[in-house]
């Protein structure tokens, strides 16, 4: 099956500073969404974006599908940025999305 | 607001007493599914519900069941809970099946403690 790898897995910053997450698979998909988990466990979803850019406010993201990869960008993290952020994705044969590895991330003041 | 709701948040139960989560959602999506979260895991796909046709994925223990009796509920039962089925327990909803569509919403999800 489809192999979901993020990075890097933790994150630590100071507030303000920018940041990028990475995620890679291992097939192309149709389906690509960013998941933010707050610490007490609920899943946000961020963006649906199997392919180009999009923004909203201080994230944006970019997914190169022909590379295989997506980027999420946070840039002057706050700390209600914390917690773990998770893509997920699904392959044109299927509608189940795997997520991948995750990274943690912790802002501090 | 459109939303979907988990009940209850936080279950404790005693080894092998089932237990019973439920979720609702106000969004009139057509699918819904069961996530099962451990500590620093990813979320891992239990089962779904494509209006009422049942999808379970291959390794999903028999331990686990679901119920679907109308469009805004769902419930997920754990017959015989076991100490490895201590966990985060996510439900989630899209509007239909297809890529475009498949775009997922989460309820609080419910934590499960086996004691």
């Known amino acids: 099956g489809i192999q979901v790898e993020q990075s890097p897995p933790d994150l630590i910053l100071q507030e303000g500073a920018n940041s990028t997450l990475r995620c890679n698979f291992s097939?192309?998909?149709?389906?690509l969404q960013w998941f933010h988990q707050n610490p007490w466990g609920q899943l946000i979803n961020l963006f649906y974006i199997p392919s180009g850019t999009k923004q909203n406010g201080r994230l944006s993201a970019t997914t190169v599908a022909t590379e295989r990869y997506s980027l999420l960008y946070i840039s002057s993290s706050q700390t209600t940025d914390s917690g773990v952020y998770f893509c997920a994705v699904a392959t044109y044969n299927t509608d189940k999305l795997i997520f991948g590895t995750g990274t943690r991330l912790q802002v501090f003041p | 607001d459109a939303m979907v709701i988990q009940n209850p948040r936080y279950q404790v139960t005693q080894f092998g007493k089932p237990v019973t989560l439920s979720c609702s959602q106000t969004?009139?999506?057509?699918?819904m599914y069961w996530y099962q979260q451990k500590s620093s895991q990813a979320p891992k796909l239990l089962f779904h519900y494509y209006d009422k046709d049942f999808n379970n994925e291959a390794d999903t223990p028999d331990n686990f069941q679901s119920r679907r009796p109308n469009t805004s509920f769902c419930f997920l039962d754990i017959r015989s809970p076991g100490l490895g089925d201590a966990a985060m327990y996510l439900c989630?909803?899209?509007?239909?099946?297809?890529?475009?569509?498949?775009?997922?919403?989460f309820g609080a999800g419910s934590r499960l403690t086996v004691l």
């Open positions: 969004l009139n999506h057509n699918v």
């Open positions: 989630a909803t899209s509007r239909d099946s297809g890529a475009g569509a498949n775009v997922l919403t």
């Open positions: 097939d192309s998909v149709n389906n």
